[in-house]
């Protein structure tokens, strides 16, 4: 179970296929509960998405926005049960990327 505050979270995810499909079923309300991000979705509102079509490792992309934040905390094992990362959510208290 993980308590969630107020803020902004950033999560970073991998599609290798139907990066578009993939994220259009993470817009929908009515879907069948699969991944981490689905839990957290369903109580939250999504303010920007950022495709990067040709860098496929979200290791490295999550370890950069971290990096780039002030004040940012790792949501640990959130999303990241098929790598050695300590989480793919990153939560902020100012809004990254204005």
């Keep these: 179970m993980i308590s969630f505050k107020a803020g902004y979270y950033i999560y970073t995810g991998r599609a290798k296929k139907n990066l578009e ?5 993470h817009l ?3 879907k069948k509960k699969h991944w ?3 839990y957290l979705l ?3 509102n999504i303010v920007d998405i950022f495709y ?3 860098r496929l490792d979200e290791c490295i992309i999550n ?15 959130f999303g990241s ?3 050695r990362c300590p989480g793919h959510l990153i939560w902020t208290d100012e809004r990254p990327c204005k």
């Design 36 to 38: 981490h991000i689905d």
């Design 42 to 44: 369903k109580k939250s």
């Design 63 to 77: 370890g950069e926005c971290f990096d780039s934040l002030k004040n940012a905390r790792i949501i640990r094992n």
């Design 81 to 83: 049960s098929d790598c």
């Design 28 to 30: 929908r309300g009515d």
């Design 52 to 54: 990067f079509y040709e």
């Design 21 to 25: 499909k993939r994220v259009q079923r």
